[in-house]
């Protein structure tokens, strides 16, 4: 029998995430590389499965929705059920998804029930030799793992911003409606509000663009420059460990080992020296530009592009330039 | 009530990594080890929990005989017992998760706290296997936690963005966050009175690993930036390289 692969795509209030775009791109590429059949799967109400068609813009064929009132609101013990059912119901080897704030506790719960061995978090997917090896890093980025997992079935989850999603195809996938059968012990956990931490915000761990800031900026109300600069560039705001441990921001923005990990296309360091912990946490992103006066700051070593001076100066004057180059 | 804290030693997140020798983990030379950092939140919550129910709180930790330090740290905190699980094997996660959870089912704990993750392995799966492994609910990346008199369990977590509300109940398993709590530094009466606290030693029960690491690499070199200028002059030339050379804007 053909091997089978299931990709588990994220939805929040009807909505894809672009992850969940790259998962099932990802999820159907190591199909057919390794000759399985693939399938994709979408929880929720009937938002979800309203949605879940345009999944084959990314390499979805037939996408499974198991809908239910119950599950508009995500619910870790509920929703684990439910893959786990559908991964064994399908009898499928391989489960892939992203490592959201989501995927990364699903995963293990689902792996718990299903008796999976797992590779978190990664960075790189291949197929040699038939079998599926994953990259991933450890120690917040300081060195990577490649590992191979040898239970009959295997759970992968993917870093946002890492794995492409691709263009569009232009297609629509086929759904099919599965029923899980659910009882009010599998909603041991629920989650009944969501609160934003400003409107509209964007998570370092999900932006293609990142501007940080450090103790450079000598004081918390100094951070409105970092704000500006993210504005005109649509750009999620960060920061070290030194501004988060004086209280300037928020933990949830911090940069680094003890903080998130983040692979962006453009990653702006400002006022940031590049302790090792914080250098660990952002060295993978794609570019990196550091403003810092101290032109033997470590920051410069993981820079591709450098203006070694006065912050106060430079970044009014980048927000100016990018203003008038970006239209804006 | 009755409380565990499971506990990790991980290497300082100022250690430059090297590779050992085997290809496969770090070089341990000269290496500094502490606490993990998550895992100090989620003893201060312990201490937390023990100081407005009541009860013991005891710690957990699966290695080899130096963690019996980080234990230490944790009874010198306030913890009142200690079991090292002792084991000097390179295991994956759920074989130590399922070492965890065979002990755990033993002291049958009303509340269990982790760190949301190991700063070594990062991959942020224990608290929640080991959960499901016992067949409790979990909650993780935990930022703020109110458990009522009747088991009812109000938890704030980390999500992209924000932060999202969860209702649970007791018996659970928490994942901390750092935000939860401001952790306490040991007092010098805690230091010498965690020295005569009892610390168990048992062997680690032993379970297959699920996945093989083939090798472990260093990120590949980056060829050195340019410096472009040190003052506002240099901006229009950093735009231009931006948008024409790197092309991400």
């Known amino acids: 029998m053909a091997k089978r692969v299931l990709t588990f795509a994220e939805q929040r209030e009807g909505k894809f995430k672009k992850s969940a775009f790259e998962a099932v791109r990802t999820g159907r590429k190591i199909a057919d590389e390794i000759s399985a059949e693939f399938f994709t799967l979408v929880i929720g109400d009937e938002n979800a499965e309203k949605i879940a068609p345009e999944l084959g813009n990314y390499g979805a064929e037939k996408v499974f929705v198991v809908s239910d009132p119950k599950l508009a609101q995500y619910s870790l013990t509920a929703y684990a059920k439910v893959i786990a059912d559908v991964m064994r119901e399908i009898d499928a080897e391989y489960l892939f998804m992203s490592a959201t704030a989501m995927g990364k506790e699903l995963a293990p719960r689902v792996a718990g029930k299903i008796d999976a061995g797992f590779a978190l978090d990664c960075t790189d997917l291949k197929v040699e030799n038939g079998e599926v090896i994953a990259t991933r890093p450890v120690y917040a980025g300081k060195a990577f793992i490649r590992v191979k997992v040898n239970s009959d079935k295997k759970i992968y989850t993917l870093r946002p911003n890492v794995f492409s999603a691709g263009e569009s195809d232009g297609k629509m996938a086929v759904v099919e409606k599965l029923n899980v059968n659910l009882t009010d012990d599998d909603f041991k956990v629920v989650a009944f509000e969501t609160v934003a931490s400003t409107k509209g915000k964007l998570d370092v761990t999900e932006a293609d663009i990142v501007v940080s800031g450090g103790r450079g900026l000598k004081a918390p109300e100094n951070f409105k420059l970092i704000e500006e600069l993210a504005d005109v560039l649509g750009a999620a705001v960060g920061a070290s460990r030194a501004v988060v441990d004086a209280g300037w921001r928020p933990h949830d923005e911090q940069v680094g080992q003890t903080g998130k990990t983040v692979s962006p296309k453009l990653y702006i360091a400002i006022g940031i020296s590049g302790a090792i912990q914080h250098l660990a946490g952002m060295s993978s992103s794609k570019v990196i530009v550091a403003i810092n006066k101290d032109k033997d700051a470590p920051i410069f070593q993981v820079a591709d592009y450098g203006i070694a001076g006065d912050l106060f100066e430079v970044v009014p004057a980048l927000i100016e330039e990018l203003k008038k180059v970006l239209g804006k | ?249």
Do not use: H, W
Not at chain 2, 27 to 41: A, R
């Open chain 2, 1 to 249: 009530m009755k409380i565990a804290v499971c506990v990790n030693r991980v290497p300082d997140t100022e250690t430059r990594v090297k590779i050992g020798a085997d290809g496969k983990t770090i070089d341990k030379t000269g290496v500094n080890y502490i606490l993990n950092p998550y895992d100090e939140f989620a003893v201060e919550e312990a201490l937390k929990t023990k100081e407005k129910f009541g009860g013991e709180v005891i710690v957990i930790s699966l290695g080899g005989s130096e963690n019996v330090e980080v234990i230490r740290k944790a009874l010198a905190m306030g913890a009142d017992k200690g079991i090292l699980l002792k084991d000097d094997s390179q295991r994956d996660t759920f074989s130590i998760a399922k070492a965890l959870a065979e002990v755990l089912k033993e002291i049958s704990p009303d509340i269990i706290f982790f760190g949301k993750q190991s700063i070594d392995y990062d991959d942020q799966a224990m608290p929640s296997l080991v959960a499901e492994l016992l067949g409790l609910p979990s909650i993780t990346v935990v930022v703020k936690l109110e458990i009522s008199e009747d088991g009812t369990v109000i938890a704030e977590r980390e999500i992209e963005g924000g932060r999202e509300k969860v209702r649970s109940k007791l018996p659970i398993v928490i994942g901390a966050q750092r935000g939860l709590n401001e952790p306490r530094y040991p007092s010098l009466k805690g230091i010498m009175a965690a020295k005569s606290k009892p610390v168990e030693e048992r062997p680690a029960p032993q379970f297959e690993n699920k996945t093989e690491v083939i090798e472990m690499l260093l990120p590949p070199p980056k060829k050195p930036g340019r410096i472009l200028g040190t003052d506002a002059s240099a901006v229009p030339e950093l735009v231009r390289l931006l948008r024409e050379e790197a092309k991400v804007i």
